[in-house]
């Protein structure tokens, strides 16, 4: 078995591994069971989809296909982009000081 691609995440190996079930390939996904020894770290290029020798050509031209119409899901978005960002730790800010500012304008009338 050969890698045609190497995960951010064991969600995006079983989406990728959907992919080439759809298109009749085989898979098997290498490095799942690694995740719960990682713990809270991210755990980049441990997961590893393999397919057959002889399917491998048309294996690495869906993850061509891949890459090129989706977005890595390493990279992050912007809220005005319609996409909550992966580090949420911007987004809890923002909510904790919207919370603050609505309380201050509703004591401000006692």
């Not at 890698?3 to 064991?10: G, I, M, P, Q, T």
């Not at 079983?14 to 490095?31: D, M, N, Y």
């Not at 869906?62 to 319609?82: H, V």
Request: hydrophobic share 45%; aromatic share 6%; glycine share 8%.
């Amino acid at each position: 078995m050969k890698c045609v691609y190497e995960a951010s995440d064991v969600l995006e190996a079983h989406v990728i591994q959907g992919l080439l079930e759809q298109h009749r390939i085989s898979s098997f996904i290498e490095g799942e069971n690694l995740i719960g020894a990682v713990g809270g770290l991210p755990a980049s290029y441990l997961v590893r989809i393999l397919v057959n020798d002889d399917d491998l050509i048309k294996g690495i031209s869906l993850m061509r296909d891949y890459d090129s119409t989706n977005e890595s899901l390493n990279e992050e978005g912007s809220i005005t982009q319609g996409i909550i960002p992966r580090n949420g730790n911007t987004l809890l800010v923002a909510t904790v000081i919207i919370i603050l500012m609505i309380s201050m304008e509703a004591f401000r009338y006692f």
